[in-house]
């Protein structure tokens, strides 16, 4: 089984709509959660960043951690074209472990 | 400006040539990851060093070699070994305390 779990897509939306990301972890000891998001041709970029459970909101993006069913989750409000991108779940144990990354979801947002 | 440069963006490599791919931070952190994305993939660690003179490797070292000789330095050689070395290559560092990863801006090396 796999640390972490994501689903590739390819994922289409029209503007405006809300996108939920999800992905799945598998041990209980993970702590600490981001999101990347990666434009074509680019590194990742850190989008948000969680310690342990509960929500985090910035702007229009919205982190979610359920650590009873190691689950994480991002949530895009009034999705724009420019949020078109590859998004990528990581996790980690503690600050000093290394950071592991999902495979990506590709998102295209359409005018 | 702080942050993570890779150099050079676009690399092309003969067969049985080795090539070196370079990672510079200024920081400050102690971690430092190379990484190998595919098209349509995601990210697989090929060699992670947490601190200098000290590394480990990845769940694909096979066919690169990297050294730690300074804090600020993560550099990647490609070898010969490596049988399909075409691919968009990141390196990283890492904050001890947050665990954020910083990424450079990659390099796409290709075999012609």
């Known amino acids: 089984q796999k640390e972490v779990e994501q689903d590739p897509g390819p994922l289409s939306v029209p503007e405006g709509a809300i996108v939920s990301l999800n992905c799945t972890y598998s041990n209980s000891a993970f702590q600490y959660f981001m999101w990347y998001r990666q434009y074509s041709r680019k590194g990742p970029e850190l989008l948000m960043y969680t310690y342990s459970s509960g929500n985090k909101e910035d702007g229009r993006f919205t982190a979610q951690v359920d650590k009873s069913s190691k689950y994480i989750s991002l949530f895009i409000r009034d999705s724009q074209p420019s949020d078109s991108a590859t998004y990528l779940c990581?996790?980690?144990?503690?600050?000093?472990?290394?950071?592991?990354f999902g495979p990506g979801t590709s998102l295209s947002v359409i005018p | 400006d702080g942050g993570i440069t890779q150099s050079p963006k676009y690399l092309f490599r003969k067969e049985g040539q080795n090539v070196t791919l370079s990672c510079e931070q200024n920081?400050?952190?102690?971690?430092m990851y190379w990484y190998r994305q595919d098209p349509g993939q995601g990210l697989r660690l090929i060699y992670y060093s947490q601190i200098v003179n000290d590394f480990q490797k990845g769940d694909i070292a096979e066919g690169y070699s990297v050294s730690r000789e300074k804090k600020e330095s993560f550099p990647l050689t490609v070898t010969s070994a490596q049988k399909n070395p075409t691919a968009f290559y990141l390196c990283?560092?890492?904050?001890?305390?947050?665990?954020?990863?910083?990424f450079g801006q990659g390099t796409r090396l290709t075999v012609v």
């Open positions: 990581a996790i980690a144990k503690t600050s000093y472990d290394k950071v592991i």
């Open positions: 920081l400050n952190h102690d971690a």
């Open positions: 990283a560092s890492e904050s001890e305390v947050t665990t954020e990863a910083f």
